[in-house]
């Protein structure tokens, strides 16, 4: 023998691991291409499906044609823009109903909020809830308002 060849051992000799060679079957799910087209055909157009069925059957705000009421304090200005004229008196044609304040009054100073609510689904939509508000008094005042319509109050609570 010369130097330049040597002899290795196979392990086809040997027949140590019969089991790692194999001619069977192969495991796993093997997709043709024009299977695999028409599954990214129907996949694509579930998706525009879904989407134009949301676009028309779920619910739409409607447009009122008024422009929205910006937002303003007790005298009638904007907070972020202070006026700069007076308000020019008119007198409307028909009286209308004079319109309730039902914010707090300025004698009171809202510290904390807490508020939880249950809503019930199923049955008849209702709601039980626990409302907790704690406020500073910063003027003397001789009536509090609070607008409680339906809520069960405990007047030992009050302080």
Do not use: C
């Not at 619910?59 to 972020?80: A, I, M, N």
């Not at 508020?115 to 509090?144: A, C, D, H, R, W």
């Amino acid at each position: 023998m010369t130097s330049s060849q040597s002899r290795e051992t196979l392990t086809m000799d040997m027949n140590q691991s019969a089991a790692s060679v194999s001619f069977g079957k192969r495991n796993g799910w093997y997709v043709n291409r024009g299977v695999a087209f028409l599954l990214g055909l129907l996949f694509v157009s579930a998706v525009v499906a879904t989407g134009l069925l949301v676009y028309y059957y779920a619910p739409h705000v409607r447009e009122s044609g008024q422009d929205s009421q910006d937002l303003k304090d007790d005298r009638g200005r904007s907070p972020l823009q202070p006026s700069t004229h007076s308000p020019v008196e008119t007198s409307p044609e028909t009286p209308s109903k004079e319109k309730i304040n039902v914010r707090l009054p300025r004698a009171l100073k809202p510290l904390h909020y807490m508020v939880k609510l249950q809503p019930f689904i199923n049955g008849n939509f209702s709601i039980i809830g626990y409302v907790e508000v704690e406020m500073e008094v910063v003027e003397p005042t001789s009536n509090i308002t609070l607008h409680i319509n339906d809520i069960i109050t405990n007047n030992e609570t009050i302080k």
